[in-house]
């Protein structure tokens, strides 16, 4: 049996498997079809200071590979998931809190709330789907910089993992930025913005207009931005984006991550996370691979 433990930021993970933001809830509707604490951590749905109701529906969209989500946000706010489910979490798995904030001052305040109670903070600069925050924060390497140094001020011993947006210009010089304010981790990818269409009404499927795409489509796109982060930077790297099956991790994990998420497969098969990671162990095993944290960057490029 290989070794299946990684380490992030000085954290140990039993396996480099974690569901990934929205796709999971808190865990608890998964822990009722399997046990939970079998994965390396749960990464809890984007959390606010103040709850919040997303999007009117429509707000999914499925097509060819991929699904559209406008879900913008829903979330019981920070202080019901520390009052309700933390505890809980806590006691089966690493827990990653994923923010989001709508001004600097409130990822300052969501970070300082979260301080000490949770394994990693990861910052969500990058949810397409909401008017304010999301995405403004996480385009330009300045204001990612802004947010993770503010961000870090408030959270000195919680590991600061700061997620990336797919939607830029320059991954590198995104990373760079994230490195240079102060992040201890860099998760990518967030969704692709993309428009899905009713033919019949000429209108958008989804009441927000545009979505975020996920899912299996995107894979290769995300690997090859895993890959130019894993090389800008000094820094860990979670890598996600598509995957679906142990091999798609082993792909990430060759780009440079040291763990992966996995999202919008939670969706088609609710065992999905857990069989991923006990098929990355078979993998492992198969390969002669004795620790998993072996495989990570060692892609070699033609
Ligand atoms: C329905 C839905 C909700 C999501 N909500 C969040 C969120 O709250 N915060 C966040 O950082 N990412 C969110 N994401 C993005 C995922 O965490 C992930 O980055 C993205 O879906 C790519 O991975 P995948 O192709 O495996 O789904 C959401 C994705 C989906 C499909």
New binding site residues.
């Given amino acids: 049996m290989a070794d299946m433990r990684v380490t992030l930021c000085g954290v140990e993970l039993k396996n480099p498997v974690i569901p ?4 999971f809830g808190f865990g608890r509707e998964y822990d009722e079809i399997y046990d939970i604490s079998r994965l390396g951590g749960v ?1 809890t ?2 959390l606010t200071l103040l709850p919040r109701l997303g999007n009117p529906t429509p707000r ?1 969209a499925e097509s060819h590979g991929v ?1 559209l ?1 406008a ?1 913008g ?1 829903q ?1 019981p706010g920070v202080e019901h998931f520390i009052e309700h489910d933390l505890a809980w979490l806590k006691g089966k798995t690493r827990v990653i809190a ?1 923010v ?1 904030g709508s001004t600097l001052a409130e990822y300052g305040e969501i970070c300082a709330r979260l301080e000490g109670l949770v394994d990693f903070i ?1 910052l ?1 600069i ?2 397409p789907n909401v008017k304010c925050g999301g995405m403004t924060f996480g385009v330009k390497p300045e204001s990612i910089r802004e947010v993770t140094a503010v961000a870090k001020k408030n959270c000195p011993r919680t590991p600061l993992i700061v ?1 990336l947006s797919p939607n830029v210009e320059s991954i590198p010089a995104n990373a760079r930025a994230a490195e240079e304010g102060g992040a201890d981790c860099i998760s990518l ?3 692709f913005t993309g428009l899905a269409i009713d033919i019949e009404r000429r209108r958008p499927i989804l009441f927000n207009n545009t979505g ?1 795409v ?3 489509g ?2 290769p796109i ?1 690997v090859r931005m895993v890959y130019e982060a894993a090389k800008a930077v000094k820094l860990p790297i979670v890598g ?4 679906t099956s142990a091999e798609d991790a082993v792909e990430f994990l060759m780009a440079g991550a040291t763990a992966v ?5 939670n ?1 088609t098969d609710t065992r999905a996370s857990l069989a991923i990671a006990e098929g990355l162990n078979d993998w492992c095993d198969r390969h002669l691979v004795s620790r998993v944290s072996e495989l990570t960057g060692t892609l070699k490029l033609n």
Wanted: charged letters at 10%.
């Fill in positions: 990934a933001s929205g796709t990464a749905k984007g999914i699904i989500n879900v946000l979330n994923n989001a990861e969500n990058s949810c997620k990818v967030n969704t975020g996920s899912g299996a995107i894979k995300a996600m984006g598509g995957i998420q996995v999202g919008t497969a969706f």
